[in-house]
């Protein structure tokens, strides 16, 4: 078992200057210029289509629905945001209970960004059903997150506790509840083409049942493309993959393909911000799910 994590921090000052002459002579004092930025964003909608498999078995096929949306207000160094995510598969009662048939994420984050970084902390509440998509349940995470631009790329990490329970949680203790952790790093071939690659980890004492942890690895890959046109559409495409396990050896693996257009809005928007890089987290709801489906 592993955790690893990254943060990062720098401050920048101003200082001015006044020269004086022969004669007494009072300089006025000019306040430095705040900066202030308008709402920009993106709204990102597509298809979506899932394998998944218990225990090393048989795999599952699942098609859906997905959407998303973030908007980012910032004011001089201060950086406010609200986020969202939601997905729909379309599972039969007859199929196989090995996945999460919905997901909904509302995500909020503040931080402060400082020449090429940025620092903040997030809060993300989140509903999603038991393993037989019955009964809808409620969980958040909360934590801290920093990213630092570099040249063409961005890198981003983020750290944070998710409390998570699912169907038996009052009796068994079944969820994931417990620390995470994610990095990645996006790279802008050019205004027009961006990619984005991910990786996450979290650990909970209980998971299927008291007294036995569980972990999770996730992972992933995206690109987007500005398609031609005065439009300003986005193509997004991305892979998604998570696997749970506990101690006991039962595992839950899924596989997700997703293609959607992403389009922005208060700005000119570029292929990076299709990405979403900072988006709030979903694979600690996903786990809970998992541990259900043990």
Do not use: C
């Amino acid at each position: 078992m592993f955790r690893s994590f990254m943060l990062g921090v720098s401050a920048l000052a101003l200082v001015s200057v006044a020269e004086a002459a022969d004669l007494f002579i009072e300089t006025a004092y000019e306040a430095p210029v705040v900066e202030s930025y308008g709402l920009r964003g993106v709204v990102e909608l597509g298809g979506l289509g899932r394998m998944a498999q218990e225990d090393g078995g048989d795999f599952s096929s699942f098609g859906g629905v997905y959407g998303a949306f973030a908007i980012e207000g910032q004011y001089d160094a201060l950086v406010l945001g609200l986020d969202g995510y939601g997905e729909w598969l379309a599972i039969e009662d007859s199929d196989p209970n090995v996945t999460n048939g919905n997901l909904g994420v509302l995500g909020a984050q503040v931080g402060m960004r400082m020449d090429n970084w940025y620092l903040g902390g997030f809060g993300t509440l989140a509903t999603y059903p038991d393993a037989e998509t019955v009964d809808q349940f409620v969980g958040y995470a909360a934590g801290v997150q920093a990213a630092v631009d570099i040249d063409h790329a961005q890198l981003v990490g983020r750290l944070g506790y998710a409390f998570a329970p699912n169907d038996d949680f009052d009796n068994d203790d079944e969820g994931f509840v417990g620390p995470f952790a994610e990095i990645g790093a996006a790279y802008a071939l050019s205004s027009d083409f961006a990619v984005m690659a991910n990786v996450g980890y979290g650990f909970s004492a209980n998971f299927d049942v008291s007294n036995d942890p569980g972990e999770y690895v996730n992972w992933g890959v995206k690109a987007a493309y500005r398609l031609p046109g005065d439009l300003n559409l986005n193509l997004v495409a991305s892979y998604e993959g998570l696997h749970a396990f506990d101690q006991d050896d039962e595992s839950n693996t899924t596989h997700t393909v997703k293609l959607g257009i992403s389009i922005p809005f208060g700005d000119e928007g570029t292929a990076m911000e299709a990405l979403r890089p900072l988006a709030s987290p979903t694979a600690p709801f996903r786990a809970s799910v998992s541990a259900d489906v043990l």
